[in-house]
């Protein structure tokens, strides 16, 4: 590929990173489509909203905070879920990988999809806090 057609591309994806943070997208499966074009989660200052990807998953903070006061919010700490939600998708083709559900703010609803850690797609039938290994009943394969 010719250089002017590699800055043309990063350009383009460029312009569609600053376009999809005003796009008006409110519902989680919306924003796990449009997942290519947020950043990656790197340490840093965060606003309610903000989106960012890690681990083979789509976040979204809902809780502001800035990395310098709070150096233990990582995706590695317990610290993250006091901060950050992961996104469910509604279609299989949107399931993300399981996320061990923390509280109200991130519990799976009806409808919603995920992968679990047998590498199958399940879609909840009733809102959850527990996975299929803990409550089989609201979950179903999909």
């Given at each position: 590929m010719k250089q002017s057609a590699l800055d043309a591309l990063a350009s383009a994806i460029y312009l569609a990173r600053r376009q999809v943070q005003s796009a008006g997208l409110t519902d989680d499966d919306e924003r796990?489509?449009?997942s290519g074009l947020?950043?990656?989660?790197?340490?840093?200052?965060?606003?309610?909203g903000n989106i960012r990807n890690v681990n083979g998953q789509t976040w979204e903070c809902f809780q502001a905070h800035?990395?310098?006061e709070?150096?233990?919010?990582?995706?590695?700490?317990s610290a993250w879920y006091t901060f950050w939600r992961?996104?469910?998708?509604k279609?299989?083709?949107?399931?993300?990988?399981f996320v061990p559900v923390q509280g109200?703010?991130?519990?799976?609803?009806?409808?919603?999809?995920?992968?679990?850690?047998?590498?199958?797609?399940?879609?909840?039938?009733?809102?959850?806090?527990?996975?299929?290994?803990?409550?089989a009943a609201a979950w179903e394969l999909a």
């Amino acid at each position: 590929m010719k250089q002017s057609a590699l800055d043309a591309l990063a350009s383009a994806i460029y312009l569609a990173r600053r376009q999809v943070q005003s796009a008006g997208l409110t519902d989680d499966d919306e924003r796990i489509r449009a997942s290519g074009l947020y950043d990656a989660w790197t340490a840093g200052k965060y606003e309610v909203g903000n989106i960012r990807n890690v681990n083979g998953q789509t976040w979204e903070c809902f809780q502001a905070h800035d990395n310098e006061e709070h150096p233990d919010v990582t995706p590695d700490n317990s610290a993250w879920y006091t901060f950050w939600r992961p996104l469910h998708g509604k279609t299989p083709e949107t399931a993300r990988p399981f996320v061990p559900v923390q509280g109200s703010h991130d519990m799976y609803h009806t409808g919603e999809y995920m992968i679990f850690t047998d590498g199958k797609t399940y879609r909840c039938k009733s809102d959850t806090n527990f996975s299929p290994t803990d409550y089989a009943a609201a979950w179903e394969l999909a």
